[in-house]
């Protein structure tokens, strides 16, 4: 059985950064792929973060390009990501999502950005 759990999130002012983190557990870590995606009410969940497996490739959103940095740790089972920067629309809950054809996925953490 495949287990993501996010922490991190928090509540913080523009400008300010935070770290994510998705702690993985049921499948081969070095072995997978893993994205972050976020989601607002009344919005459809956006993908924000791709890393591969090794850590070889990264790809991201264009809204989060230049602040927001995914890396993982493949000895703790550990992916994060470091949100710099952040602005009142990065809010919102955020997810890892990886295992077999990216079914997997975690709880969320809630991440909210206002002055």
């Known amino acids: 059985q495949v287990r993501l759990v996010e922490t991190g999130g928090g509540s913080v002012q523009p400008g300010e950064s935070l770290r994510l983190a998705c702690e993985a557990s049921?499948?081969?870590?070095?072995?997978?792929?893993f994205k972050w995606h976020r989601q607002v009410p009344g919005k459809a969940r956006e993908f924000v973060a791709l890393i591969s497996s090794r850590g070889g490739t990264r790809d991201y959103a264009d809204s989060v390009k230049g602040r927001f940095t995914i890396s993982r740790d493949d000895r703790r089972d550990t992916v994060y990501l470091q949100m710099n920067s952040l602005k009142p629309e990065d809010t919102g809950v955020y997810y890892c999502?990886?295992?077999?054809?990216?079914?997997?996925w975690g709880q969320g953490t809630q991440v909210t950005v206002s002055s």
């Open positions: 049921g499948l081969s870590f070095v072995n997978y792929a």
């Open positions: 999502n990886s295992g077999d054809r990216f079914r997997d």
